[in-house]
């Protein structure tokens, strides 16, 4: 039923046929979110096989790996992981896997474990609020990635602790966007943009350009982009907290937890991850976003599979924005944003 509805929504919500290449996009409700996949042709029906085939990707990594159902494969895993070591779905400790090795790279700033402490303040099923110290420290014996028993080969999984809860929400829908891209990459489309709520990869280049252009959210305005990023087969995402947040008492709380404090991390407004694959942006641009700018970009640097852009908060309602030096000629930055903004590269 699933694919017949999501073919007749292609077919009703496709184009007339063009005689030069457009963007065709094709969407479908999933994963909390909207996904939409964008190809480049000028036949719309030549393009929904492929098309519906790749939206089907994002629900069936959904079935796997949320968290707001009983049967998914992740909701088993919390069911039972802390009574015994039990063997798991080969996708899901693909992602685990990933996972785990940014985990240990920014010091436990990304942690899948983190789900009690994101339940605790509201957002995953539940409204928002501020917990107290007591009940955050309640909570804290619970959280921590080294709770994790892992074998990839097998591959299995078992928790320290029977109250020990994983959330692969911060990286499922990279996860996804590869497997999308990848089912419309086997079908010969050579242009296209996969996009799953900000998490984006792009296949070749948009007509008549020498690449896809997305845009860098204004922290501070929905409405704005500070910077537009070029990429070519390419993948990019960003963390940020002005989609999800509590005010209260004066301050703004973001639902992007510090695990190790359990206290949300708002250092910095947004960061934002290019890479080779999405899973891979979508792994790192949280655990950069904990640490702050100077121990992301110093973390950046070191690594030659991500390139990031960092905006923080300066005096003035300004922002100062960190570009890696290897994104530096695909970014492209308007005259607005370089007089409301101060530019480094590093």
């Keep these: 039923m699933l694919r017949i509805t999501l073919w007749i929504a292609l077919v009703i919500s496709a184009a007339v ?11 479908t409700r999933t994963m909390g979110t ?22 089907l990707v994002f629900h069936h990594v959904d079935s796997l790996m949320s968290n707001w159902t009983e049967t998914s494969e992740v909701a088993r895993i919390n069911r039972e992981a802390g009574k015994s070591t039990i063997t798991i779905d080969r996708e899901v400790a693909d992602v685990i896997a990933t996972s785990l090795e940014v985990s240990r790279a920014t010091d436990g700033a990304q942690d899948i474990t983190v789900e009690p402490l994101v339940r605790l303040w509201g957002f995953l099923g539940g409204k928002p609020r501020v917990p107290s110290a007591d009940e955050i420290k309640a909570v804290l014996p619970r959280v921590g990635w080294k709770q994790i028993r892992f074998d990839a080969k097998t591959p299995s999984i078992a928790f320290t602790r029977d109250d020990v809860h994983i959330d692969l929400g911060g990286i499922a829908k990279g996860y996804a966007v590869d497997g999308a891209a990848r ?99 979508d792994a790192w641009d949280t655990g950069l976003f904990v640490l702050g700018s100077a121990k992301s970009r110093q973390l950046a640097k070191a690594r030659d599979d991500i390139a990031i852009i960092v905006i923080e908060p300066a005096a003035g309602g300004r922002f100062l924005i960190w570009i890696e030096e290897s994104l530096r000629k695909n970014v492209e930055i308007d005259a607005a944003t370089s007089a409301s903004a101060d530019i480094r590269y590093f």
């Design 17 to 27: 046929a063009a005689v030069s290449p457009r963007v065709i996009p094709f969407h």
């Design 34 to 55: 909207w996904g939409t996949v964008n190809i480049a042709g000028n036949d719309s029906i030549a393009v929904a096989d492929p098309a519906l085939s790749s939206l």
């Design 183 to 281: 089912v419309l990459r086997k079908a010969g489309i050579t242009s296209a943009l996969v996009d799953l709520t900000g998490n984006m990869m792009a296949i070749g280049s948009a007509p008549g350009h020498d690449g896809w252009v997305v845009g860098v959210r204004d922290p501070s305005d929905k409405e704005k982009h500070l910077l537009r990023v070029h990429l070519h087969d390419e993948a990019i995402s960003t963390s940020g907290n002005y989609e999800q947040f509590i005010d209260a008492d004066g301050k703004r709380y973001g639902h992007i937890m510090d695990p190790r404090t359990g206290w949300p991390a708002g250092a910095v407004s947004s960061v934002t991850v290019v890479a080779k694959r999405a899973v891979t942006c």
